[in-house]
């Protein structure tokens, strides 16, 4: 009930194409999904994140879809560039402290 | 400060010996959370802390782990009689009023058991 799973583990995506994650769960009180990015070496930073009352969220070239009927969400990276190259993680959490995270997503970008 | 700190980015350490790792979280962050990441694999919750309730150790993979936290700043993560198992990277994060959305982390402490 706890878990958030996130396909693909990895991906390899032509520069200027859209890069597409995954995550689903189960727990219906999950009420915030962020997306996070890290790159080697550092920790992972907040990239975008929704909440259960949209469908979408945009900012700049990074979407969230979220499908609540399906209890899934997405991230989609629109003309990606090898910059984006890193790893991403889903995650859910209810109002309280705890973040459940999916188990990442390296996404290679080919110039 | 400006950001989550933590020290040191890097430890190489002997099987059996006891280490100490810091964080400094983000001034006026209430929560402050500990994770360990293996070499590509996701993160693994190890223990919370918020203000001055009783931690959350619920993460913790043995009794040779321990946290301590003072008040709302530093803490420390302590590895005790270190196995190679351990080896991994140390990532602390704040959030302020242990609000999920308000997430920082630190870059980490790469932790190498030899």
């Not at chain 2, 350490?13 to 959370?33: F, M, N, Q, W």
């Not at chain 2, 993160?43 to 003072?70: C, H, M, V």
């Not at chain 2, 351990?86 to 630190?106: I, K, M, N, R």
Request: net charge positive; with cysteine.
């Amino acid at each position: 009930q706890q878990q958030v799973k996130q396909s693909p583990q990895s991906l390899i995506v032509q520069k200027g194409g859209i890069s597409i994650i995954n995550c689903a769960y189960e727990n219906t009180a999950f009420d915030y999904f962020p997306w996070y990015q890290q790159f080697p070496g550092k920790g992972p930073a907040l990239l975008i994140a929704i909440r259960p009352d949209v469908s979408e969220k945009k900012e700049g070239r990074f979407t969230i879809s979220f499908n609540k009927s399906a209890k899934q969400f997405s991230l989609h990276i629109m003309d990606s560039q090898p910059g984006d190259s890193a790893t991403y993680f889903c995650a859910a959490s209810t109002s309280n402290y705890q973040l459940i995270w999916g188990a990442g997503t390296k996404l290679i970008i080919k110039p | 400060g400006a950001g989550v700190s933590q020290s040191p980015s890097n430890k190489v350490t002997e099987k059996g010996k006891d280490v100490e790792l810091r964080c400094d979280p983000i001034s006026g962050h209430t929560a402050l959370y500990w994770y360990r990441q293996r070499l590509g694999q996701g993160l693994e919750f190890l223990i919370y802390f918020q203000g001055n309730s009783a931690p959350d150790k619920s993460g913790l993979p043995s009794d040779r782990f321990s946290a301590e936290r003072t008040g709302e700043s530093v803490s420390t993560l302590t590895i005790q009689r270190t196995q190679q198992e351990d080896s991994a990277v140390y990532l602390c994060a704040s959030s302020p009023q242990g609000q999920a959305y308000g997430y920082t982390f630190g870059s980490g402490t790469r932790l190498t058991v030899v």
